[in-house]
C-alpha cells in the first residue's frame, strides 16, 4: 500500500530540548510539506522540499529545521528556540510543487501531536 | 484580507439535506482548488478537487467553481451523520507554488 507514515503518534517535550518528528512516503512524490495545526485553526506552512538536499521555509518556519537527504523521509526537528510548539504536526507529499491540478495535490500523513511536559 | 476564507461554523443540517460549504480566495490566478474533509484529532482527507470553472459531481459531493467571483462551494447532498466533520478549503496561488488553507468550516449533521 502506498502512503505517508508519521512516528511518533504522541510526542512529549521537555523544556529546553530538540525532537525530532519522522516522516516516509513511498509514494514516489517529488514534494514534501510540513504543516502545523493549532486548535480552531487551518494549516500553516512550516517547510517544504521539492526535491532531495533542497529545501525552502514556509510561514512559520522559526524555531524548526529539516533535512531531505532521501526522497522517501523528510523529518521535523522542533528546537528549543520553538517556544510555544504544542500543536498538531502534519506530513504532506505531492508529485511536484509547482504545475497545475494533479501535480499540486496534497496528501496527508496521520500526524503526530506534540506536548510540552 | 485572508487569502482564504471561510466561515468557521459550526454549519448545522439535518440528515438528508444539502450542505452547502463555501470558500473566497484572494489570488486572481490560482489554478487548482481542493476540498479535504477532517474528522476531528485525524488528519486531512482530500475529497474534491476541481480545476475548471462549473460544476463537478463526485457522488454525493459536488465541488462549484466561479473564478471569476472567486470563490467555490461544496454541496453534499443527503447529509449523513458521518458527513459531520471540519471541512478545509485549499487554493493553489500562482502556478502550483503550495497550497494555501482556510480555517475550515464545522458541519454537523443532525440525525
Known amino acids: 500500500d502506498g502512503g505517508i507514515t508519521q512516528s511518533p503518534k504522541y510526542l512529549f517535550r521537555k523544556e529546553g530540548q530538540n525532537v525530532t518528528l519522522s516522516c516516509e512516503q513511498n509514494?514516489?512524490?517529488?514534494?514534501m510539506y510540513w504543516y502545523r495545526q493549532d486548535p480552531g485553526q487551518g494549516l500553516r506552512l512550516i517547510y517544504y522540499s521539492q526535491i532531495v538536499n533542497d529545501f525552502q521555509k514556509g510561514d512559520i518556519a522559526e524555531g524548526y529545521s529539516v533535512s531531505r537527504e532521501k526522497k522517501e523521509s523528510f523529518p521535523l526537528t522542533v528546537t528549543s528556540a520553538q517556544k510555544n510548539p504544542t500543536a498538531f504536526y502534519l506530513c504532506?507529499?505531492?508529485?511536484?510543487?509547482?504545475?497545475?491540478?494533479?501535480?499540486?495535490?496534497?496528501?496527508f500523513g496521520p500526524g503526530t501531536r506534540l506536548l510540552v511536559l | 484580507q485572508k487569502e482564504v476564507e471561510q466561515n468557521s461554523g459550526p454549519l448545522s443540517v439535518p440528515e438528508g439535506a444539502i450542505a452547502s460549504l463555501n470558500c473566497t480566495y484572494s489570488?486572481?490566478?490560482?489554478?487548482?482548488f481542493f476540498w479535504y474533509r477532517q474528522y476531528s484529532g485525524k488528519s486531512p482527507e482530500l475529497i474534491m478537487s476541481?480545476?475548471?470553472?462549473g460544476d463537478k459531481e463526485d457522488g454525493r459531493f459536488t465541488a462549484q467553481l466561479n473564478k471569476a467571483s472567486q470563490y467555490v462551494s461544496l454541496l453534499i447532498r443527503d447529509s449523513q451523520p458521518s458527513d459531520s466533520a471540519t471541512y478545509l478549503c485549499?487554493?493553489?496561488?500562482?502556478?502550483?507554488?503550495?497550497?494555501?488553507f482556510g480555517a475550515g468550516t464545522i458541519l454537523r449533521v443532525k440525525s
Open positions: 504532506a507529499s505531492s508529485k511536484g510543487e509547482r504545475g497545475f491540478g494533479l501535480m499540486v495535490t496534497q496528501y
Open positions: 476541481i480545476y475548471s470553472n
Open positions: 485549499a487554493v493553489s496561488m500562482e502556478y502550483g507554488n503550495k497550497l494555501v
Open positions: 509514494l514516489n512524490h517529488d514534494a
Open positions: 489570488d486572481r490566478v490560482s489554478q487548482s
